[in-house]
């Protein structure tokens, strides 16, 4: 009888693992667990081993299976846990990558440097595209290899996003798009304005980051912004270190002689913001009636009139004509956190006053090689 029992036991608890292990492996997004020394393979192709090593375990010990986690002695890349934590969500855009394309070396750098110097538990969310994403996964295996740490991976197809925010992409692109075709003009440039719909809704807070970015400190440190969010503020930005937003506002200024709008941070100005590090509190973006008043067809439409703002920057430029309207929405974060390289503009006309604009006096956190810039090495 007390053999019985105990098949008995052993059977309801197989059960109960073999269905958590389902609803992991058939989540919809794709959620994977990556470990340093991991192996370069397919991940989505152990789910065989990882079921039959696990009963494996419950054979061996009851005592195995209450435990908090089970790492797989035959699939050492793979780490499941069960225990309640406490993730650093950060997120990044990974499309149109082919093998040979130099962003993939510049995600590996990004993904490097935040995986080496974080000190938290990171969930790590790339918005990527079917051609894009076995690149992305070999990415972050060889950095899960070399840096011998663990992070939570999850994977969103681009496509299945845009179409979920066509309402704000269609309302977006007329105003903050080049021509169509061009690189900015893509609806992954909005996706940012929409992250509190297509995050988890366990995410309260989080972070962007473009591709081309690369840490010096720790994410942990970045993240310490949201304490310094005023009552009413979504979005943490730092400022645009070059003169664009000069010369987008071209018109506006010459109306207004005496605007701050488009003048360097140092002189009392407004340069703008870039979008190349985001914070996001996405549990007041959720609940913000004003938020989604501001973004549609009406209020955008005023905001740029009224600015007579016509940009090409995707959501970096409605951050910024958000920042002129509506700033206590946006925390404005220290520029070290977005150490900005493009020399694009000195060359342009404002070589007069470039250095106005791209000066940081902060150490650097964050270097951003935009337009194409090279990151040093440091």
């Known amino acids: 009888m007390h053999l019985l029992r105990k098949v008995l036991v052993n059977l309801a608890i197989i059960a109960v693992l073999l269905v958590i292990l389902y609803c992991y492996q058939t989540s919809t997004n794709g959620a994977r667990w990556i470990v340093g020394q991991a192996e370069s393979r397919n991940v989505e192709g152990s789910t065989n081993e990882f079921v039959s090593t696990t009963l494996r375990e419950m054979n061996d010990s009851i005592v195995g299976l209450t435990s908090k986690r089970i790492v797989l002695s035959t699939v050492p890349s793979i780490v499941t846990t069960f225990r309640d ?9 990974f499309t149109k990558v082919s093998t040979n394309s ?14 080496s110097l974080a000190t938290v538990d990171i969930a790590f969310h790339v918005i990527t595209d079917d051609d894009s994403r076995p690149i992305a996964q070999n990415v972050v295996q060889s950095v899960a290899s070399s840096t011998k740490k663990t992070m939570k991976v999850q994977y969103y197809n681009v496509q299945e996003l845009a179409q979920q925010l066509e309402d704000i992409v269609s309302v977006m692109s007329p105003h903050f798009s080049s021509k169509p075709g061009t690189y900015y003009s893509d609806a992954l440039f909005f996706l940012s304005l929409g992250l509190h719909r297509i995050a988890p809704v366990d995410q309260k807070v989080a972070a962007m980051f473009d591709a081309d970015t690369k840490f010096r400190k720790d994410v942990k440190e970045l993240f310490k ?16 270190l070059t003169p664009v937003y000069r010369h987008v506002l071209y018109l506006y200024r010459s109306k207004h002689a005496k605007t701050a709008y488009g003048e360097p941070t ?10 190349g590090m985001v914070l996001f509190n996405l549990e007041r973006l959720r609940e913000s009636s004003l938020y989604e008043r501001i973004v549609s067809k009406d209020s955008v439409d005023a905001m740029t009139n009224k600015y007579h703002f016509k940009g090409h920057l995707g959501d970096q430029d409605f951050y910024t004509i958000l920042g002129m309207e509506r700033p206590e929405l946006i925390h404005t974060i220290d520029c070290g956190w977005n150490k900005q390289l493009c020399t ?13 604009y791209s000066l940081c006096n902060s150490e650097t956190k964050l270097w951003h090689g935009n337009c194409n810039t090279p990151i040093p090495d440091d």
């Open 85 to 93: 934590k406490f993730y650093y969500n950060v997120w990044c855009i």
């Open 102 to 115: 130099p962003m993939r070396r510049k995600f590996y750098v990004f993904t490097k440097s935040l995986l």
């Open 225 to 240: 912004e949201f304490d310094n969010f005023g009552k009413q503020a979504l979005f943490g930005l730092a400022p645009e």
């Open 266 to 275: 140092h002189a009392g100005g407004f340069p703008g913001f870039n979008s």
């Open 344 to 356: 694009w503009w000195r060359d342009r006309g404002y070589a007069d006053v470039f250095a106005n």
